[in-house]
């Protein structure tokens, strides 16, 4: 028995997800951790609250829309320096996943002008 058919068959299938698969590259989302320690100043701004469960939004205790969200918060301030940034405090609320974290950060990434803080599951 020949194994010549074989080795042809598995070439032919490499080449075949080699040439159907796609090589993208995902977007990555920039998380810093919170230095410990010191005093924090004040920001003249009121933060915006966000609370992020499984099926929905809330902003400020209104329930919102994912997509909404990005027209809501286009009264934000200009882009600037990090101290004259909106902050954003986004609370996770029960068993939110993360592809909905993910989608919600990149929404807010969108707006220019935000300093987005995630407080994590309560």
Do not use: C, W, Y
């Amino acid at each position: 028995m020949s194994l010549t058919p074989l080795v042809d068959v598995i070439f032919l299938l490499l080449l075949f997800f080699m040439l159907s698969s796609t090589f993208t590259r995902f977007a990555e989302i920039d998380l810093s951790a919170a230095a410990p320690g010191g005093a924090v100043a004040m920001p003249d701004t009121k933060p915006l609250f966000l609370q992020l469960d499984p099926e929905g939004l809330r902003m400020n205790g209104r329930d919102m829309p994912l997509e909404a969200l990005a027209d809501t918060l286009a009264g934000a301030p200009a882009e600037g320096p990090a101290e004259d940034a909106q902050p954003v405090l986004v609370a996770l609320q029960g068993a939110v996943s993360a592809q909905r974290l993910t989608d919600l950060l990149v929404v807010l990434r969108a707006v220019p002008g935000l300093r987005v803080t995630v407080l994590g599951a309560s």
